[in-house]
């Protein structure tokens, strides 16, 4: 593995760790804004790794893209954010399902994300040239590996 393609995957880590976190926030629509933002923010570094122009509207188009492949999964973790307040109430459940399913939806999110986006980019390709249609199905695959 080269240097960067090292580079490139502790990259991911770090962000896949922010988007965690970001699943901790219990507020409709700020949690998804917030794991959105890091995503993005992800992508843009990796770009600036591998010296390719970003540009956010695109990058916006294809994670939303991409992300929406595995959005039934991400909105069962929306729903118990949503639940939050009512888990709260029964003290063994909340913890355990509250807690670990919407960091865990966004951390495998954001991973799959990240290694679909280092291997487009290790590949030579660009924002420019990403067609996120004929990348669905190898992020779908990420995303289930991540969630293992």
Partial sequence: MSERTASAYNVVRR???WSAAAGLVYLPVVDIAAVTAVQLKMVHELAKLYEIPFTQDRAKAIV???VASVTPQLMAGAALSA???V????????????????????????YALGRVFVQHFESGGTLL????????EHYRREYQAAKA
């Fill in 15 to 17: 962000y896949v760790k």
């Fill in 87 to 110: 888990l709260s109430a029964m003290p063994l459940i909340a913890p355990i399902v509250g807690i670990g399913a919407k960091p865990t939806f966004n951390a495998a999110a954001t």
């Fill in 64 to 66: 939303g893209s991409l």
């Fill in 129 to 136: 040239d990403m067609d996120a249609d004929a990348m669905r």
């Fill in 83 to 85: 639940l939050a307040p």
